[in-house]
Each structure stands twice: as C-alpha cells, then as structure tokens.
C-alpha cells in the first residue's frame, strides 16, 4: 500500500511541475516553491532544488517534455517547445492521460460520482506490440474479424497502432505472400484473441510513415480508392458549437456563420467512417459538396426511410 501511494504521489508531483511551469510560461525556482507550498501537495515541505533537479530527468523520460533554464536573469525555467503539448502526438497523449490518471486517483472519495467510458481493447495486447514494433518482430495472432464469424491463425509484421473512438488498432502486414503483396491491413485489439511474439525479425520499409499511411483520412479506414477531396459541410447553429470546440478533423474550416447555420469545409477521403460519422449528427448537418457524398448519404437516408415508413 506504502509503495503504491508512493509510486501514485511521485507521479502527481511531476504533473504538478509541468502544469504549474507550463501554465507560468516562465518561472523561478524561488516561485515555483511559493507555489507548491500553497498547495496541499506539498504537505509543507519545499522542494530541495537536487529534488527538482531530478524530477526534470525524469519528467524527460517518462514524458519526453525537457524543463529548461534561461541560464540568466532570474533563471526561470520554462518547457522547450511547449507548444507540443497542445499537439495531437504522442507527448501530449502521455501528458493528458497522466493528468487525467492523476486527477481519478486523487479522488477516491467520491469514486461513486466518476462515471467512465470502457475501452475494450489494448488492455491484454498493446503492451507486447508496442514491445515488438521497437524490435521490429513479427507477431502470431488469432483473429476473428468483425465480418467472418471464423477465427484465423496467421503472422504479421507490425507497423504501427493507433487509438479511435476508444478502440485500439494495429496497422501490420501479413507474411503470407498473397496478402503481403497487398500492403499493410488493420486489426481490431478486441478482436485478437490470442498473440506471442516470435524470434522472426523484418525490417520497415524506409519509405513507409504512419502519419503518411492515415494522410486525409478522417478515422481508421486508409482506403486509398477513395481521392482525397474538398467536403463541404453545413451544421446547424447549435450543433456548430459542438463541432467548433471537437474538430471532426485537422483540415476543418468554418468559412461561413450566421444564427441559422455554419458551414465548415473539410479535406480528406469520404470513407465509409466518416459517412458514419455525419450520420450520427442527423438532420444537423447536410452534405453540400462532393455531389457523390451527397447522394451516398441520400440513398442510405432513403433505405432508412423505406424501413421505417412502416
């Protein structure tokens, strides 16, 4: 129990460090311990400066996020490349899952009135990937994919993962020949029902860059049939506030707003997910252009009407 809540406080100590410089801009040592003391983390205990000293090692390694000294003046520190925090990577994902993990342990007291979202994947499987994509090793999985009710045994050679809509993917290529030559596929983590990671070594192609394998897709599906394009959205006024404050994706533009509607602009593949996801906001928002996407939402909103009716 000691250790835990050791280990726990440690890590509230460093968030408490970045959040309380990242939110100064700039900050003295002598501040910084103004600060802390204020607060019921310290427990009225300054922090010596070889403790400080040490925690922004670890902070680097544990965060990747590098507290630096202007080295004159009044030796503020201040956090090297900030702006990356605000990024959607993987630096700021560690940072606000640590924030966010920090804030629910502190808060057992009222546990009963923290109610979260279950994430059924990643749990069994990310760590072993992540632990098999630094060594670049193939993996032996058995999958049983959402559309065959059959599972498969096969090896594969993973490239990367990504999270959407609380689910975890796995983008790998199979060894076997026939699929291989087809390029690297997606895999759900709640649909592996077995994996081991085998003495197989491959090697990443050079030209190959996840962000490159996603570049214009609005979630999971990187279906190059479908060319990126301009969409041209239009949302009603109150669903615009929602969509203003949640992006449904890094290119959107608001090129238009009055107290009726906004109309927001978007460049990227009209897969079937994000087809998906202007569905789920209904009769709030109207596809105006690509005519294509247009009439796809009009004959599935058809087939719903035709169920329905009745």
């Not at 079937?272 to 105006?288: N, S, T």
Request: overall charge negative; proline content about 3%.
């Amino acid at each position: 129990m000691v250790n835990n809540d050791r280990g726990q406080s440690l890590i509230t100590k460093y968030v408490w460090v970045i959040e309380t410089i990242y939110n100064a801009g700039m900050i003295s040592f002598k501040e910084l311990n103004k600060r802390w003391l204020r607060d019921e983390i310290s427990r009225g205990v300054e922090i010596p400066k070889r403790t400080f000293d040490n925690w922004r090692y670890v902070i680097f390694d544990m965060f990747g996020i590098n507290i630096e000294n202007e080295q004159r003046g009044e030796y503020r520190y201040y956090i090297e490349h900030e702006e990356d925090i605000s990024k959607n990577g993987l630096r700021s994902w560690l940072y606000n899952t640590f924030c966010v993990s920090n804030a629910l342990a502190n808060s057992q007291s009222i546990k009963d009135r923290i109610i979260l979202e279950y994430v059924p994947s990643g749990q069994n499987y990310l760590q072993p990937i992540i632990e098999a994509m630094k060594e670049n090793r193939v993996l032996n999985i058995t999958y049983h994919s959402y559309w065959k009710d059959e599972e498969n045994n096969f090896d594969v050679q993973p490239y990367c993962v990504k999270l959407f809509r609380q689910r975890w993917y796995l983008v790998a290529r199979s060894t076997y020949s026939y699929y291989y030559d087809k390029g690297p596929r997606i895999y759900s983590l709640d649909r592996i029902h077995d994996l081991y990671t085998t003495d197989e070594t491959f090697e990443l192609p050079k030209n190959w860059n996840a962000e490159d394998f996603f570049d214009s897709c609005f979630g999971i599906i990187a279906d190059q049939r479908f060319e990126p394009q301009k969409v041209k959205l239009k949302v009603s006024a109150g669903q615009a506030n929602y969509i203003r404050d949640l992006m449904l994706h890094e290119t959107q533009e608001e090129i238009e707003k009055n107290d009726e509607y906004s109309i927001f602009t978007y460049y990227l593949r009209p897969s079937y997910d994000f087809i998906q996801e202007i569905l789920w906001h209904g009769a709030d928002v109207e596809v105006l252009e690509p005519l294509s996407l247009r009439q796809d939402i009009a004959n599935i909103v058809e087939q719903l009407h035709k169920k329905y009716k009745k």
